[in-house]
Structure formats: C-alpha cells, structure tokens
C-alpha cells in the first residue's frame, strides 16, 4: 500500500459525502494505491452508518468506530497502528482542510522530507480562535527550537518511520512535529488553504487552550528531560539548596558574632525552607533517573476501545 489517509471524525456525517468525493478524485490522480481509514471518535449522528455505506461501495474506505469518544490523539494513535501505507497523510472531516493539497505533500515526502506539516496562512476561523492560536503558535516554537507556525494544523504527513517511532498520547497529537523533531526527523512546512467550515460547529471550546498550555509544560519535559530528569530536578534543587546553605551560613555567622537571638528572623525559616526543598528536587531528580532507567516503552493499548473495525 503507497498511501494511507487516516480522518479522525466525531458527528462529521454532512461533511463525509462531499470529502469522500473530493479525495478519491484527487486520490485517483495521484496513481498510487491508497485506502481512506476513517477512525469515528464516538459520534452520535449516523457518522458510522455512513462510514459503512461508503465501505459497501468501495472497499479502499476502512473504518474504526470506539465505544465512545476519547479524543483525537486517541483516533490517530488508533488509525496510524491500523495505517497500511508507505506515506500516512492525516487531515480533519469538516472539509476545511483541503484534499487537492495531497499532492503537495507527497511532492515533498518524495524529496526526502520525513514529515510535512500543514500551515493555514489565510485561516478561516472566529477571531477568538486565531488569535490564541496564533500566540500558542509562537510560544510553542521559542520553547521547543522548532520553528513553525502551526502546530495545531491537522493537515500533515508522515513517513511510515515516524508514525512508527511516535507516541500520542492525551492531547499530545499537536505536538508531534515536536516529538519527531527530538527523534531527529526531517520537517517541513506546507501552506495550506483552509476553507470555511460548510456543516456543523467546532468541537473545541476555550478549555483546549488550558490544556494545550498545561501539554507544552509536559512536551517541554519529554522532549529535554525524560531522559535525564535529574538535570531538570537536580539542577532546581542544587540552587535552592545552595541558596539556602547561603543564607543558613549567613545566619550562624550572625550567631557567633553575638547578634543573638536569630530564632526568632524570617530570613532563619527561608534559609530551612530552602535547604528542605532543595533536598527534595535532588531526590525527585534521583528517583526520577532511577524510573527512566527502567521505563524504555509506553503501553497505549488502554487509552482507547475499538467497537468495530470496517476492513
């Protein structure tokens, strides 16, 4: 199989007829054998029952259905370990991710890039959106070193390595440009056009940006540190340590000079408090190295059900 094209979709079923239409077209030009696996994130409007129409009629459209709806890292942890192709090309149900763009993709992934990732320049979303994302965007890039300008685009692809290599998990899927990028994988940006959304209303509220901040603080972490944890934590510790020493060692030098009483000064508990928490980060630090060295996989069988696999 050359080509997989892997569509998370919850309660997308106005949208499937016309995205159907438009990928077998572009699809068909491409000459490349390809399937279209649809991973339906536990919709309730005939979503599924119109996945398995369109199977009926072609058997290059594949389908997952879950139990319930557990999120988009889970549909694309669930339909790349289901992904046949060479090439795995990931875009959104709501028909604003283009499919004529395929090509372009692949153009690049045969030049040698790993992984190509989607940028919508003209977006076509509420200014509430845009603008937290844009900020996000930026935030994202000065944190990590890698230097894009959408991590939150759905439109990308990938080489069979990478969706090999990579892990999602939680709301981890807009961060693996990140998580290819420390494996060494080569990354490119695409422009892409983005179209209004036709049927339907978005799926995300504010609450995504609270847990995109809160997943960047957790990326940043895997990305640098879960390899050596006591850097990080040993690193903190040590300089709360030493300045706790500092000023413990001020306060004995104050003792001895006959500047007494000392029990009762603030600066007496800041110099234990300090002393006390940097003895701690030293030992998070430790017993995190000591957990690295043990923990070498991650098990992502549980982060999702299957109901029913259309094949």
Not at 94 to 119: K, S
Not at 217 to 235: D, E, S
Not at 247 to 264: E, K, Q, S, T, V
Request: proline fraction near 4%; include cysteine; glycine fraction near 10%.
């Amino acid at each position: 199989m050359d080509l997989s094209i892997v569509i998370p979709c919850f309660n997308e079923r106005e949208s499937l007829p016309e995205l159907f239409r438009q990928l077998t077209a572009v699809l068909e030009r491409t000459k490349r054998s390809y399937e279209i696996l649809m991973v339906d994130d536990g919709s309730s409007d005939g979503t599924w029952d119109y996945v398995a129409e369109a199977h009926e009629d072609d058997e290059r459209i594949r389908g997952i259905r879950f139990r319930r709806n557990f999120g988009k890292s889970a549909a694309l942890t669930a339909g790349f370990a289901e992904a046949r192709g060479d090439v795995v090309i990931t875009l959104d149900a709501d028909l604003q991710d283009d499919p004529d763009e395929i090509p372009r993709f692949l153009e690049l992934i045969d030049e040698g890039v790993d992984m190509v990732t989607g940028w919508k320049q003209n977006r076509q979303d509420p200014l509430e959106k845009t603008l937290p994302s844009r900020l996000f965007n930026r935030v994202t890039s000065r944190l990590t070193g890698l230097d894009l300008h959408d991590f939150n685009c759905g439109f990308k692809g990938y080489r069979r390595a990478v969706i090999d290599e990579i892990r999602v998990q939680g709301d981890m899927h807009r961060f693996i440009p990140v998580l290819a990028h420390q494996q060494g994988f080569a990354i490119a940006e695409l422009p892409v056009k983005h179209n209004p959304r036709r049927h339907g209303k978005s799926k995300y509220g504010f609450e995504r940006y609270l847990r995109g901040a809160t997943d960047l603080v957790t990326i940043i972490f895997l990305t640098k540190y879960a390899q050596r944890p006591g850097h990080l934590f040993g690193g903190g510790g040590l300089l709360l340590g030493g300045a706790g020493f500092a000023i413990c060692l001020y306060m004995a030098i104050l003792w001895f000079l006959g500047f007494r009483p000392i029990g009762n000064r603030p600066l007496l508990l800041l110099g234990i408090l300090l002393l006390i928490m940097g003895v701690q980060f030293v030992s998070i630090g430790l017993i995190g190295e000591m957990l690295s060295r043990l923990t070498t996989t991650t098990d992502t069988s549980h982060a999702f059900s299957i109901r029913e696999r259309l094949d």
